[in-house]
């Protein structure tokens, strides 16, 4: 029944192509020679796409394609059927710039992105960072904001300078079939960031990268993450949340039938230990096989990274003639961020640390209605360890670590 599923989904998207008006990016000057910017004649086609009166196709055939310029491809749009048919290679342009968005969808409503990659090109941009030079903030390669009704099917994402997907402000939005891969140290290359966007979903993808696998920000409700492939990378994250005052809840997610391998984490909640508001609830993690994944299930309300610039953290000036610096770490604040209702079932798999299971959670705010089942997680084919601070819930079935909460 699935495969006559997929194969109606096939058909019918072809079939949605064939009947559009096509416009193909050659026909408006673009050259598939990986040299000359493309930039006027993508956007001369996606003007021509969007102000049709009816389905419109934009069609990129084989070879490279240099998009020289950051590119708003913006709605909204006088059909709600437009298909980007993509069998070439988009290329970034050399070198880095100080544009946040390399390919930007903005305000559409019935868009479909079919096939193809796109090459963010981004080494550039992280040798300036880990030469700590002053850098840009540095481009997210496919964006997509303000929009609805959008469909990423079969993209391969290769080396973004930051982000490779990001869908924000958005709704009904579906990435399927996708390839995402950057080095494992390639720094801040996220490869799905959802942020204050309602109905998302994520399919038999495959996400290499330097950075979470996907992240999910303030706002994110209705997200559904199905078949996804992890590794290297930083794991399927929510957060992190409370770094700034008055944040947007996280909700009615779910994360099943996964896969991590040689992950830093696998199932993550992370917020910072600030006393600004919000709340993760309604997480179901589900059917998830680690493999040598450092930390296979994970929440930590102390959220520091590189241990720079924490809450709590003083610095104290040198004094009388002593050479040199003293740091004193004070107590962390208290994380405002409430978790609740989250449950994991069938996780089992390998960690690459004792401790597999670590519940650090707020003081003030404690991990309540946590909920464990069938849990099956070994350090180095021996029993892990688990870890629990300020946390409550269930469990059920067989828990090995033992559980703590």
Known sequence: MAKATTTMIVCLSLLRVAMAATYSVTDYGAEADGQTDSTKAFLAAWSS??????????????????????????GPCNNSAVTILVHGILVAPAGYTSAVNWLLFKYVDGVSILGGTIDGRGQAFWACKDAGRSCPQGATSLSVAESKNVVIRGLTSLNSEMFHISIFGSSSVKVQGAKIIAPGDSPNTDGIHIQMSTEVTILSTRIKTGDDCISMGQGASGVWIEKVNCGPGHGISIGSLGGTASEAGVQNIT????????TQNGLRIKTWGRGYSGFVRGVTFAHAVMQDVSYPIVVDQNYCPGNVNCPGQVQLIPYFFFLYVIKRIAAPQSS??????????DIRGSSATPVAVKFDCSASNPCSDLSLSDIKLTFENKEAQAYCKNAEGSTSGTINPPSCI
């Open 255 to 262: 994360v099943t039938s996964v896969f991590f391998s040689g």
């Open 336 to 345: 405002g961020v409430k978790i609740s209702g989250v449950s994991y079932s």
């Open 49 to 74: 796409a969007c102000g049709a009166a009816r389905p419109a196709t934009i069609y990129v055939p084989a070879g490279r394609f240099l998009v020289g310029q950051a590119t708003t491809f913006q």
